[in-house]
């Protein structure tokens, strides 16, 4: 009985496989072709998964390629200025005795800032620069004589100081680089109906120089560079125009004048000075216009310090915010203007875009030249600032082609001052009662 009971266990540890030594491995005699078709799986499913690798290290190589490629605004680390500011042309800064008057007028008002021609309308710099380039092509001038002197001048009198340089429209060109300028299918120079040539958006050549004269306008002391005919002339014959592939690259009037406003953003900020761009204002809202001069609003917003949009209300047409004669309208008009580009940068605003200070350009003379017209006194001019304040933006500059300014028609610093304290506190009061309905609302809801 024992012997049949110890067989049975042993018989039963057999059949278990119940070995320290682990599971049982089954050798199977497989024929070439199995091993082969095996052979071939395992060679394919590597390969798929080497392809699944490489496709997965490009996705990523191309990500962080497109990161770089996205381009975002350096901002210099200057404190800025809210600028309330007038024109002055290159004639006017460079003559002591009309400076002398201009800046006591600044000193006894809340003016504090003036816009120079630095780089004018007829493409000739208003002084000698240090610079190579500027040499070669001999388009500096001693217009105004000294303008190391001119700089300390204005600093001791707090007031900031914005070059204005003509970008491309630019007649002086036509004689030393005419290569850099737009022309016809015949190849002639393009000019507009005053006579003017027009630098070549697509030349990248003038960009540089355009830039070093900016740079140099840094170094000496300017607190901001503001480019003006930041686009392409709209003039009559430029269907004639025509560029070369080689430079277009399919690029689009908005895609290159983007680029230039970024290029020169990037050098600018590189010497810590702020930068502006002026733009019609009949681009804000309007794709046409936008199409036509290559000036793409909120886009050109992302790229520099500072919008100035000018907004004369003798430039707009009849019928524009639905006002019959705008030019007879000024508070009507800006206020229009201003209230379509606030809609127009929120509509496009992102969170974490840089998005400029708007600084609107206004009118400080009478358009006698339109049909019917009013005069522009300080009422006229008054009530132009108060539209921008009323739109929720905070600077303006004044432009006035003879420098020909009513004092009378700013504020002093203790009238501003009072002023801003009523502003704050009716937007103040706006927003409490924005506030208010939000949370009634939701009450209701």
């Known amino acids: 009985m024992k012997k049949l009971i110890s067989l049975i266990m042993l018989t039963c540890m057999l059949l278990l496989g119940c070995d320290r030594r682990g599971p049982l491995v089954y050798n199977v005699n497989k024929s070439d072709e199995l091993k082969e078709y095996e052979s071939e799986s395992a060679a394919e499913e590597s390969f798929e998964q080497a392809m699944e690798l490489k496709e997965s290290m490009a996705e990523s190589e191309n990500a962080e390629m497109a990161k770089k490629l996205v381009w975002s605004k350096k901002t ?23 400076m002398e008057q201009i800046i006591r007028g600044i000193d006894t008002t809340e003016i504090n800032a003036v816009v120079i021609d630095i780089l004018g309308d007829s493409g000739r710099i208003s002084y000698q620069m240090d610079n190579e380039l500027v040499h070669q092509l001999g ?30 429209r630019d007649p002086y060109l036509e004689s030393v680089k005419p290569e850099w300028l737009n022309h016809n299918a015949d190849g002639t120079v393009f000019h507009d109906n005053s006579g003017m040539a027009w630098v070549d958006p697509y030349n990248r050549e003038a960009w540089e120089y355009k830039v070093q004269v900016a740079e140099q306008c840094a170094d000496d002391g300017f607190d901001e560079i503001q480019f003006d005919y930041v686009r392409f002339c709209t003039e009559k014959g430029m269907n004639n125009v025509t560029y070369p592939e080689t430079e277009t690259e399919g690029k689009s009037k908005t895609d290159i004048i983007t680029e230039f406003v970024r290029f020169a953003s990037d050098r600018l900020a590189a010497k810590n000075v702020f930068m502006s761009a002026d733009v019609f204002g009949t681009i804000i809202g309007s794709y046409v216009d936008t199409l036509a001069v290559g000036q793409d609003y909120p886009v050109m917003a992302e790229a520099t310090d500072y919008m100035c949009p000018m ?11 639905g006002l019959d ?10 206020l229009g203007a201003c209230n379509s580009s606030v809609k127009e940068l929120k509509l496009n605003y992102a969170e974490g875009k840089h998005q400029a200070v708007v600084r609107p350009w206004l009118q400080g003379f009478t358009a006698s030249y339109l049909e019917t017209y009013i005069h522009y006194d300080p009422e006229q001019i008054r009530q132009e600032i108060q539209a921008v304040y009323d739109a929720g933006y905070d600077e303006w500059i004044i432009w006035n082609a003879a420098n020909n300014y009513d004092w009378s028609a700013f504020y002093s610093d203790a009238q501003a001052a009072q002023e801003d304290q009523q502003i704050a506190a009716k937007r103040g009061v706006v927003q409490e009662s924005a506030a208010a309905s939000t949370e009634m609302n939701m009450t209701q809801r």
């Open 76 to 98: 210099p680390t200057k404190t800025p200025t809210r600028v309330k500011g007038i024109y002055l042309t290159a004639n006017t800064a460079g003559t002591q005795e009309t």
């Open 139 to 168: 388009s500096a001038m001693n217009t105004i004589p000294d303008i190391h002197a001119l700089m300390a001048e204005l600093k001791a009198h707090k007031i900031y100081t914005i070059a204005r340089i003509v970008t491309f």
């Open 311 to 321: 907004i004369y209300p003798s430039h707009y047409g009849n019928g524009n915010f």
């Open 325 to 334: 004669v705008p030019d007879t309208h000024p508070y009507e008009a800006i």
